[in-house]
């Protein structure tokens, strides 16, 4: 499973426990989440994607398995598509690709600020999806519209801790740091990627969920036709905002999904199936 844009996989728990037991579940977190500095992390879309696509091999290698299925949602569908073209230039393809409701290519160029205040927002209304806590719009649209930085980090921690997501303590505010650099890093990786028109096959199938109200958050992205055309499959679409769409699906909570990539499973591979590891 490819990490979600804060740079962490635990978001997927849910959705790891509904398989059956004999399958393995790895996620790949983002390399600030273990360093908390991005050093030494790769600086485009196509170096990332190259980095996973050999540990992905690797890990084939070590289990002395050659078969492998890639998960990602939002910015994580980008990196699960870009890094299966990567794996597949090197003859391991994925036998499916699972994408939900996959970002489009980003167009905007944004400082790293503005990334921080949209990706705080973001894991705030996430957080408080998930915790069922009501979501004031206008509220969210202020809350980090005038802050910096280490003000973002410590303002968001607090809600957190409002939330019952993390305690406040120092140690929350550093993982929310790391969270929040993880998306800046994977945002601004991502700014002016162009759909591939590779002829090489990602995948053998393609497994594709798209939320209902995709423009909402992803305005101006291609139409259901565009995605249908761009990774030739029947996009299946489920009700609600990208946010609420990913976290069901994330955690389990949203049958249709939960039954189509189970069923894929079963039909294609009945024993194992390999996925990326924790970490680098």
Known sequence: MLHTPDGLTSLFFGFARSLRDNIPVFGLEHEVIRTGEPIHVACTLEEISLKY????VRVCAVRDE????????SVGGALAQSTAQAAAAEHHAPRALILIDPAPALN??????????IAATALLTRTLTVVQRAVDESYL?????TLQADEIDARLTEEFAQAGAMPSAWASITQTHRRLESWVHTAMCTVQRQHSTSCTEPAASILLFVSSKRDMFFPGGPSLEELAAQFRTH??????EHLEVMGRCATGQEASFVQSVRALLDDEHKDVVVRFPKHH
């Open 66 to 73: 050659a078969i492998f299925y890639l998960i990602g949602a």
């Open 53 to 56: 696509a050999h540990l992905v």
């Open 235 to 240: 996009p299946t679409t489920l009700e609600g």
């Open 141 to 145: 649209r202020d809350a980090f519209a």
């Open 108 to 117: 905007t160029m944004l400082s790293a600020l503005a990334w921080r205040r």
